[in-house]
T-cell receptor
Framework: AQSVTQLGSHVSVSEGALVLLRCNYSSSVPPYLFWYVQYPNQGLQLLLKYTSAATLVKGINGFEAEFKKSETSFHLTKPSAHMSDAAEYFCAVSDNNAGNMLTFGGGTRLMVKP | DAGVTQSPTHLIKTRGQHVTLRCSPISGHKSVSWYQQVLGQGPQFIFQYYEKEERGRGNFPDRFSARQFPNYSSELNVNALLLGDSALYLC???????????FGPGTRLLVL
């Protein structure tokens, strides 16, 4: 069984500040981990994914995430927040690198203050 | 190129009714997945289809069913609607079973 916990349902940062969105997973098999972003009234867009090739994964829009097996974490970061980053972010886990049958966390709403 | 399209965009039904949601995948994509996203929660996997065959099913009651057509479009059917079925239903498509999937904008279902 697999599960994902996202700490903090709401995160607020100032424009230009560091963005840190937390994700912890539980998996009985080697996990494949994903971060998705959802803008209002839109579907999910893949930001990045971890498929065991490298522990530090770079994604689109300046986001990156680091896989830490010892901490069972896959936190999402961005050095400098932009207003356009305001959205809902979801961490997800799968038992395959294609992301079939994803198990999602509850999501974190990122707010960016001017 | 057109992305994944879903219809209708919004739908209101009453308890006990039946609903059919439709999804048209990106051209050339042969796999479709369905997810339910209840307000304030993350999406939950319902079904995956590939080449018209069911390849995966999430933990949903038998009131939920789906099918994929020869043109790879898909329908999600929900019978005997409950208030708790109110959600955003997301469809995602991918070329094959091992490629990245792309999500549509969803159908928002409200059950009264």
């Amino acid at each position: 069984a697999q599960s994902v916990t996202q700490l903090g349902s709401h995160v607020s940062v100032s424009e230009g500040a560091l963005v840190l969105l937390r994700c912890n997973y539980s998996s009985s098999v080697p996990p494949y981990l994903f971060w998705y972003v959802q803008y209002p009234n839109q579907g999910l867009q893949l930001l990045l994914k971890y498929t065991s090739a490298a522990t530090l994964v770079k994604g689109i829009n300046g986001f990156e995430a680091e896989f830490k097996k010892s901490e069972t974490s896959f936190h999402l970061t961005k050095p400098s927040a932009h207003m356009s980053d305001a959205a809902e972010y979801f961490c997800a886990v799968s038992d395959n690198n294609a992301g079939n049958m994803l198990t999602f966390g509850g999501g974190t709403r990122l707010m960016v203050k001017p | 190129d057109a992305g994944v399209t879903q219809s209708p965009t919004h739908l209101i039904k009453t308890r006990g009714q039946h609903v059919t949601l439709r999804c048209s995948p990106i051209s050339g994509h042969k796999s479709v997945s369905w997810y339910q996203q209840v307000l304030g929660q993350g999406p939950q996997f319902i079904f995956q289809y590939y080449e018209k065959e069911e390849r995966g099913r999430g933990n949903f009651p038998d009131r939920f069913s789906a099918r994929q057509f020869p043109n790879y479009s898909s329908e999600l059917n929900v019978n005997a609607l409950l208030l708790g079925d109110s959600a955003l239903y997301l469809c995602a498509s991918r070329p094959g079973i091992q490629e990245t999937q792309y999500f549509g904008p969803g159908t928002r279902l409200l059950v009264l």
